[in-house]
Every structure is written in C-alpha cells, then in structure tokens.
C-alpha cells in the first residue's frame, strides 16, 4: 500500500479532525501530498496539498483558513488539520500523491483524473 489514510470519523458543526497519511517508498521522497474530497452523489475535488519540501502549500477556496495542511518527511506522512467544520464538509476524503508542483494550474488545481496515485477514502461526518 503506497498511502494509508486514517482519522475519519463523526463531528459537530464546528468541531476539528485531524486526518493523517502516510505514504511509502518514492512518494514520501519527491512527490507533492495532498487531499482530495468525494460527497455523496457529487464528483471529487480538490481540497488542498503540500510540496516535497513543504514550503509550497494550496488549498480549495472552500477550506482556506480553516484547513491546514503539513507534512512530515521523516515520518513519511501528511496531515490536514480541520477546523470549523460544516456539514458541507461531509465527504470521502482521500490521500494523493503526484509529482507536480502545487502551483496554481497544477495537477492538484486541473482536477482529480490528473492525480497519479491515491490511497483509500476515509469518511467524514459533519453533522448540524
């Protein structure tokens, strides 16, 4: 399994989770991390992701400032920290990996059939 996804679960309106990742191999070494998010019934999208080095950071206008995303190379994992979530937020989250940068017209930003690997969904619940 190249990313292992984990930290889903049921929270309130306004509450935080924190999902965590980790990836093997090449992909904790020189790939981009990130997530991407699937509601129910809808196609997935993107919701932020972080460079190799974690000096490049892009988020979905929908979570900025309220999401932050992080990695730690050593541990070979990334992170999302969640903050004030909504009920929209309610989603399969997934882990990814690319080699492409983050930037803005990136493969992250052009959408999720760009993506080169993915791990499993994790599910979040925001209820009101």
């Known amino acids: 399994v190249q990313l292992q996804a984990s930290g889903g679960g049921l929270v309130t309106a306004g509450g935080s989770l924190k999902l965590s990742c980790t990836a093997s191999g090449r992909l904790a070494s020189s790939y981009a991390l990130g997530w991407f998010r699937q509601p129910a019934g809808k196609e997935r999208e993107f919701v932020a992701a972080?460079?190799?080095?974690?000096?490049?950071?892009n988020y979905a206008d929908s979570v900025r400032g309220r999401f932050t995303v992080s990695r730690d190379n050593a541990k070979s994992a990334v992170y999302l920290q969640m903050n004030g979530l909504k009920p929209e937020d309610t989603a399969v989250y997934y882990c990814?990996?690319?080699?492409?940068?983050?930037?803005?017209?990136?493969?992250?930003?052009?959408?999720?059939?760009?993506?080169?690997?993915w791990g499993q969904g994790t599910q979040v619940t925001v209820s009101s």
């Open positions: 990814a990996a690319d080699p492409d940068g983050v930037y803005y017209g990136s493969n992250w930003s052009r959408g999720a059939r760009y993506i080169e690997v």
């Open positions: 972080i460079s190799w080095g974690g000096v490049s950071t």
